[in-house]
């Protein structure tokens, strides 16, 4: 109860400051979260969402859009939006955040860049000070399937040895992202997860790598459910 209270209040808070009546392109994140903030745009009433295209961020995002009756859209046709809402696994004092807890941060970056105004929300469990504190299951990587046993070998060498190519669980084998690819998670030493931003060059630039689950200086804020009802805004 409290952890899904706590996400409830930190979607229902961002979306009554940052989706505003005239916003008409509006991003949906992926995860548990993700669906308080289409259960509070609902409530915003059909007149003004009849006029409003919502892009998802992978399969189950595109799910949460269909079964809730809002127009889909692509973002490739809609390369602007004016605001994206996305969960997050942990944010740092900057606004840093890990993400790629559901193997979905490819898409979810590129509706992040795209958007005018991107958000996070979250419950009190990811609202951290330095990355890596509180998610300790590593940065999660995406590669492709080709390369991953050498960018494993890479990381080892750049701080990661524990880094592991992530199982599924109701499928045999490894987890295959909605861009059919693999995730790498990889944990650092807290010393290179205080330089989020200097990492996250460091292994975009590896080999067979599509996307890191670090979001740096994007957000314009953080909404964090807290157990005692109360809600904390990071900015
Ligand atoms: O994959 C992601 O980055 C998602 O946003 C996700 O990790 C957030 O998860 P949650 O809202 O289910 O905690």
Redesign the pocket.
């Known amino acids: 109860e409290g952890i899904e209270k706590s996400k409830q209040l930190a979607a229902w808070s961002a979306v009554d400051n940052h989706v505003l009546p005239e916003h008409k392109i509006i991003g949906i ?6 669906p308080y903030v289409v259960e509070r745009i609902l409530t915003q009433g059909s007149s003004v969402n009849k006029d409003r295209i919502f892009i998802p961020t992978g399969f189950q995002s595109r799910q949460l859009i269909i079964s809730a009756q809002l127009t889909l859209g692509d973002v490739s046709q809609y390369p602007v939006l004016d605001v994206t809402i ?4 942990e944010v740092d004092h900057d606004l840093n955040s890990i ?7 490819l898409q ?1 970056k590129v509706l992040a860049e795209a958007a005018k105004t991107w958000v996070m929300v ?1 419950d009190y469990r990811k609202n951290s000070e330095v990355l890596g504190t509180k998610w300790k299951q590593g940065i999660p990587i995406e590669v492709v399937p080709f390369a991953y046993v050498g960018v494993l070998r890479r990381l080892d060498s750049i701080g990661s040895p524990t880094a592991g190519l992530r199982m599924a669980k109701m499928k045999a084998g490894p987890v295959v992202t909605d861009n059919g690819n693999f995730i790498i998670d990889a944990p650092f030493p807290e010393a290179q997860m205080k330089e989020p931003a200097k990492l996250l060059t460091e292994l975009k630039l590896i080999t067979g790598v599509v996307e890191v689950g670090l979001f740096c200086n994007m957000a314009k804020a953080a909404y964090f459910g807290n157990e005692d009802g109360s809600v904390t805004v990071k900015w």
Not at 29 to 34: D, E, I, R, Y
Not at 86 to 89: E, K, N, S
Request: hydrophobic share 20%.
């Open positions: 994140g992926s995860g548990s979260t993700v996305d969960g997050a696994d993400k790629g807890g559901g193997a979905c941060q979810e979250a």
